[in-house]
């Protein structure tokens, strides 16, 4: 049977969330030049721009597929593939089943860190949970093992383990909130049944995501990879302010370029290890 890699970046802001930077046509732009071929916009509590992202995907030789990252009342969770906003502040278990319900897939992001509202494991749902009940279970599809924001390997590590011990496919996401950051991690979904990626449907990726077919990458980029991908981000901010006629384009290509900068001089003055660390934002 024949079979297709795409490369996925699942958990990215957009200037439509709250504590996003980047208008979604720059992302896509960004995302396609770097060689991904999705990223979904997952903004806070606000589907509209993630939506309108699916949307002209395809203009960017990308595959569309709308988010969500909703507050629930334990905790933050990524609803991939649906085109209603889900309810807010309900349980996560009430939650993850309505993802399901609306044909989307249920991803807990950043799990166990508090600080950023992940979720505590006692209130992920498992198979067994309610099993003296003999309550059926609306179980979460996948676990993001690798988030690229966190500062420390603790909680990703505990998030792998958690995903092994209970059988769930795991992710690998940028949690990015501006430009230079989407990819730096991301997951590699294995599709079968086609033969390129252009054939490859945000169906197809869900039912993957589902079955377990995908495998993370986020590992510490060299010193050259990071600095190039912040200069490239920096170069494509600038563009696209140039093209569109922004009234913040100064700004925003004078900021790019000064946080790009200032990168490599940490790159240069704290060394190779420290440095990686500095520059790639993963653990």
Known sequence: ?????????????????YDGHEPVELILEHAAEIGL????????????ESKRAADIAAEYGLIGIPGVEVSTAHGHLLAI???????????????????????????????????????RERNIPLPNAHE??????????????????????????????????????????????????????YTEVEIEGR??????????????????TTRVDGRRAPIRMAAKHYVGAAGRKSGYYARTGTVKSVSAARRGVTEALSTLS?????????AARVLSWVT
């Open 1 to 17: 049977m024949s079979r297709v890699t795409v490369s996925i970046d699942p958990h990215v802001h957009s200037d439509d969330s």
């Open 37 to 48: 071929d999705a990223v979904v916009i997952t903004d806070h509590d606000v589907i509209g």
């Open 132 to 185: 003296d009940a003999g309550d059926a279970v609306a179980e979460v599809d996948a676990i993001e093992v690798f988030n690229a924001w966190l500062f420390t390997g603790y909680r990703n590590r505990r998030s792998r383990r958690f995903a092994a011990k209970h059988g769930y496919p795991g992710i690998a996401a940028s949690d990015a909130h501006h430009l230079e950051y989407v990819g730096r991690a």
């Open 266 to 274: 940490v790159a240069v003055s704290q060394g190779t290890h420290r």
């Open 81 to 119: 593939g649906v085109e209603r906003m889900p309810p807010r502040r309900e349980p996560y278990d009430e939650t993850v089943a309505w993802i399901r319900d609306h044909g989307g897939v249920a991803i807990v992001p950043h799990p166990f860190q508090r600080s950023r509202h992940g979720v």
């Open 195 to 212: 033969e390129s990626v252009e054939a490859v449907t945000a169906d197809d990726v869900l039912d993957a995501i589902r079955n377990g």
